[in-house]
């Protein structure tokens, strides 16, 4: 196995109070597994309310990556942190669909702007 | 008259007649063998000439009939050719993505639907929705006379793919025989928003673009508020 590929972290970036994943590379399993633990250790250092994950450059989801994306999103809720999956590509939707991950409880945005205003009427409902 | 065969030219002569079939396997057709000698090979060797012309004639037909088979296959091809373009086209025309406001996008639906007029739907929504970044997709069935259990499963699941995009979709245009089909059928569609015309849903729409645009507004607001302090 080549240990590259399994040394590579995905980077996440925190703004104010989010965490922006930005997944710029073929997702496997275990990139995947990792990239989870890191998002939430993250939330858990850093105290961040929202997490923006960008897949648009994602050209296929199977059901194991679906299944933690949404995954994901049910852990950072616990923690108190808001996920939106972002830039979701239209071939992508229609395999997530077929394969009968219809991911409930996921918020999605078309882009990161719309992602960003999603996450701050959020705060703001949760905050008044 | 038949003369004795000659013992010294018949394997000369033999040899000629393994010369010429071998040729005539290898394809060549032009050699024949010479006849002018009267004996007992003679025989053999007329009737070998007689079929080597015999399967002249037969390639020449099949060369022929082979070429007409090709000229036809083509025409044929060309044929099918423009029946699928004409099918594709027919599909695209049959459900056209269009954006009827800032924000808002419709796919008025006319006609049956089945599987692969669904799936096309859904791919042209999709895309159309991808490119305009409209979050707000209206699927009117006004124009759908029935909806069986396989077209409902499609149309959620064109809805439940844009939701992941981050699209809302309303499906509008539900008549009262669909509505009736559908809860007979026991088709949950509670998780959909879903109106009776055209009108409400595109009411729906606007209301839900205010809404957003007032968040934005509020937002920018409170920014500028915190600005000035």
Redesign the interface.
């Known amino acids: 196995m080549n240990l590259d590929i399994h040394d590579k972290k995905i980077p996440i970036i925190k703004i104010r109070d989010f965490l922006i994943v930005s997944i710029q590379v073929d997702m496997h399993d275990k990139l995947a597994v990792q990239l989870q633990s890191q998002i939430l250790h993250e939330i858990e250092r850093t105290g961040a309310k929202g997490v923006l994950i960008d897949i648009s450059v994602l050209e296929m989801v199977d059901s194991f990556i679906g299944r933690m994306l949404s995954g994901m999103a049910s852990m950072a809720a616990i923690m108190d942190a808001a996920v939106v999956?972002?830039g979701?590509?239209?071939a992508?939707?229609?395999t997530?669909?077929?394969l009968g991950l219809?991911?409930p409880g996921v918020d999605?945005?078309?882009?990161m702007e719309?992602?960003m205003?999603m996450l701050?009427?959020k705060l703001?409902e949760k905050e008044s | 008259m038949e003369n004795n065969l000659d013992f010294k030219n018949a394997k000369e002569r033999i040899e000629h007649i393994e010369d010429v079939l071998s040729s005539v396997a290898a394809g060549d057709l032009d050699k024949r063998l010479q006849t002018d000698i009267e004996d007992d090979l003679t025989g053999i060797e007329e009737a070998i000439n007689i079929l080597i012309e015999d399967l002249t004639y037969e390639l020449k037909q099949s060369k022929k009939m082979k070429e007409e088979l090709e000229d036809k296959l083509n025409k044929i091809q060309e044929q099918q050719k423009t029946i699928i373009q004409q099918q594709e086209d027919l599909l695209e025309l049959s459900s056209p993505v269009t954006k009827v406001w800032d924000n808002v996008l419709i796919l008025p639906v006319i006609g049956t639907l089945d599987s692969q007029r669904t799936q096309i739907m859904?791919?042209n929504l999709?895309?159309k929705?991808?490119e305009t970044?409209c979050?707000i997709a209206i699927l009117d069935i006004t124009g759908v006379p029935t909806v069986d259990t396989q077209v409902a499963n499609h149309l959620l699941?064109t809805v439940?793919?844009?939701?992941?995009?981050?699209?809302d979709c309303i499906i509008s245009g539900i008549s009262p025989a669909i509505a009736q089909t559908i809860v007979h059928l026991g088709i949950d569609l509670s998780s959909i928003k879903t109106k009776a015309t055209l009108q409400d849903a595109m009411l729906f729409a606007m209301k839900k673009n205010n809404q957003?645009f007032e968040?934005?507004i509020?937002?920018e607001h409170k920014e500028q508020e915190e600005d000035d302090k």
């Open positions: 999956i972002v979701m590509q239209p992508v939707a229609i997530l669909v077929e219809e991911m999605t945005a078309l882009d719309k992602g205003e701050e009427k703001r | 859904m791919e999709l895309q929705i991808v970044g979050t699941k439940t793919a844009a939701r992941l995009l981050g699209a957003l968040g934005k509020h937002l």
